[in-house]
């Protein structure tokens, strides 16, 4: 006979109102088994949180510090917000840094329309950047037969990484650098084209939530990416 | 009394303008409470470029040359309220995307590398001095109203307008996006 194993439950409330969730769920899975939107971007659901991008930062009553929700476990009688002036502010200056520091031209993308950034910009009600533009300069990699890696649109959100590692378990993608400077390489930052741990299966490209990696062949919005085989690939492996 | 607008084109390709002539019959309506004082749709010449007491301006494009900083400042000081229209005007968008060359290359291109009559002779009038970098108009004056799209659509134009003379303040984020 199997043990069924011990669920603990937990009881706190999101914006007053009063939610449970399981000791071993985040804010943010609680958040969305509630109802409550909270802004994110490298969350992914499938794979492992990282706290990459902040946008999902929370207040928790009592505390001075933000937490980002998708990596915070929830504790019994927590009080957390997550829609003060504050966290508005933030979630702004968050988007517009994404912006500001590389490339988007949406109306020539591949991803328009089907875009998690562009998105979230309508979300928190962003219609322009007041940081300037960083403009860098940064080479397309289109060695790939099927695939192509544009820099200009990444967020660096690591979503890419984690698929590769986490799920498909090839490892082709690491982030090099530090801070504004980072990119996601391939190998060790050879073409994706001669990568020899790449696979060819493509879920780089479709959790990627921008114009970032596409498939070749696509023009101007018409990226729309497939993500059904994450959930489906999670239970297979037994994770909850 | 009417509403006094201004449109001015700056580094664009024009096709937010054709979006506000998009808005087709709404544009009677709108002739009832706007009078058009300066704009590439009309041709009236002012001695400083643009007549005093503008009440709303719309701006196409991006400030890209010296030319387009001058008006932009000069269109400023006139106007009480001003709109950035389209994404030229808001991120610099495609004409923002040279700020990815140098200068001397972009010019090689243009007039050497791909032109088919004199090849290899630069401009030395009309064309007027670039700036070293292309910005967006609120990087140069101070902006009221964001209308993002590429071209926005014309559903949007007349939702902001008409919600601006009726005293209200638009939501954008409801009707239009970068790259709409
Ligand atoms: S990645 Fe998204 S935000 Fe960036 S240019 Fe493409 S559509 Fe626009
Ligand atoms: S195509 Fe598959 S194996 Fe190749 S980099 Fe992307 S996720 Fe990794
Ligand atoms: S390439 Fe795409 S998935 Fe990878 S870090 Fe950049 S935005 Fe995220
Ligand atoms: S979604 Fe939580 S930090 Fe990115």
């Known amino acids: 006979m199997i043990e069924k194993p011990r669920i603990r439950v937990k009881t706190f409330k999101i914006d007053g109102i009063d939610v449970t969730g399981r000791a071993d769920q985040t804010v943010l899975d609680v958040a969305i088994e509630n109802g409550i939107d909270i802004p994110r971007l490298c969350y992914m659901e499938g794979l492992k949180s990282i706290g990459a991008c902040r946008l999902c930062l929370v207040e928790i009553e009592g505390q001075r510090g933000l937490i ?9 009688g927590m009080s957390v917000l997550t829609k003060t002036d504050r966290l508005l502010k933030y979630r702004r200056q968050i988007l517009e840094l994404l912006f500001s520091e590389r490339n988007h031209q949406c109306a020539v993308c591949v991803s328009n329309g089907h875009c998690e950034l562009q998105n979230m910009a309508i979300s928190v009600g962003l219609t322009h950047v007041d940081i300037a533009y960083l403009n860098p300069k940064l080479n397309i990699d289109a060695s790939h037969r099927r695939f192509l890696n544009d820099p200009n649109r990444c967020i660096l959100c690591n979503r890419c990484v984690r698929v590769c590692d986490e799920i498909e378990g090839a490892h082709t993608w690491d982030l090099l650098g530090r801070g504004v400077d980072t990119r996601v390489v391939t190998d060790l930052d050879e073409h994706w084209g001669i990568s020899e741990s790449c696979t060819g299966c493509g879920k780089c490209v479709h959790v990627c939530p921008t114009g970032a990696l596409s498939e070749k062949g696509v023009s101007v919005a018409e990226m729309a990416k497939r993500r059904n085989f994450l959930p489906y690939l999670k239970s297979n492996r037994g994770i909850s | 009394m009417k509403t006094k607008l201004a449109t001015l084109w700056l580094d664009g390709c024009s096709g937010c303008h054709m979006s506000f002539l998009d808005m087709d019959e709404r544009l009677i309506e709108l002739a009832q409470r706007i009078e058009v004082v300066s704009s590439p749709y009309v041709d009236f010449k002012y001695p400083d470029y643009f007549p005093d007491g503008i009440d709303v ?3 196409e494009g991006s400030v890209s040359s010296e030319e387009d900083l001058h008006k932009i400042k000069l269109l400023r000081a006139k106007t009480k309220f001003l709109i ?3 994404d030229c ?3 610099g968008n495609v004409s923002g995307m040279r700020n990815l ?13 791909t032109a088919d009559v004199n090849k290899g002779v630069m401009p030395t009038k009309v064309v007027p001095p670039l700036l070293k970098k292309v910005i967006p108009i ?10 993002p799209g590429c071209p926005p659509p014309a559903d949007a134009i007349y939702y902001a307008l008409s919600e601006l ?16």
């Open chain 1, 68 to 76: 980002s929700a998708c990596t915070a476990r929830i504790s019994e």
């Open chain 2, 57 to 59: 301006a719309i701006v």
């Open chain 2, 84 to 86: 950035s229209l389209g």
């Open chain 2, 89 to 91: 005007a808001i991120t």
């Open chain 2, 101 to 113: 060359i140098e200068i001397p290359d972009m010019m090689d291109f243009v007039y050497n590398e």
């Open chain 2, 138 to 147: 609120n990087q140069a004056v101070h902006v009221d109203l964001f209308i």
């Open chain 2, 165 to 180: 003379l009726n005293g209200n303040t638009p939501d954008m984020s409801k009707v239009t996006r970068f790259g709409k």
